[in-house]
């Protein structure tokens, strides 16, 4: 299971190199997106997951908790 | 949303995979930047204005009438030692007994917003629940300005819907 983060943790772990992906819808991610993020949509991860480097960390965040 | 996907990455092969869990809103409510086209148009913090009338819980209704009509506005807003929003002093307010206290008439708990709500998504509720003006806050309940329902319709008037509403 997935360890959870915080925000401070997010902002170390993407200047060592981790990668940041929203899962939300498409649009919503070009509303506003966090820096250097890239999109991934849940509905779409299956096919885009090979996009992802599987050697580096991987943090996934959509909008909040719910 | 979140706990699927790192669910799927994990059964997918990814072995070092996180969760910020608290997501984008609390990114927002941080007020750190972000990317996007939202960044093409103000939002609630960058519209709303900052010369706002503040007093505190024991300050005298006249004395805070006085500091309004000078500076041409018809509110104040109540705050705390750290700015934290107790109350408003409407115009309705502001014309009652002067040796009154803020404290005893101001309208307490008031409706605030997050800085980050997009203009277009503010006006459109100000204007839904006649509002004139309403009060931008941190998280933590500090005041950043007083939005005016005319700077908000004035500014919308070039910005696009979002699909994603932040009031809640």
Redo the contacts between chains.
Sequence with gaps: ???????E??RQ?VKDG?QL?????K???????????VS?P?KQ??EE?GE?D?N??????????A | MAPRAAARLETLGFDNVREYRAGKLDWLAAGLPTEGENNNCPRAGDASRKDVIVCGLKDRIGEVRGRATAAGVDLAVVVDDERVVLGMLWSKQLELDPDLMAEKVMRPGPSTYRPYVPIKEMADHLVEHDHDSAPITTSDGKLVGVLYKSDAIRLAASATACVRKMIT
């Design positions: 299971m997935a360890r959870l983060i915080d925000r943790t997010v772990m981790a992906v929203e899962v939300l819808p649009e919503e991610y070009a509303e506003d997106h966090l820096p250097g993020a991934h849940l991860l299956d997951a992802l599987p580096r960390p991987v943090i996934v965040y959509c909008w909040d908790s």
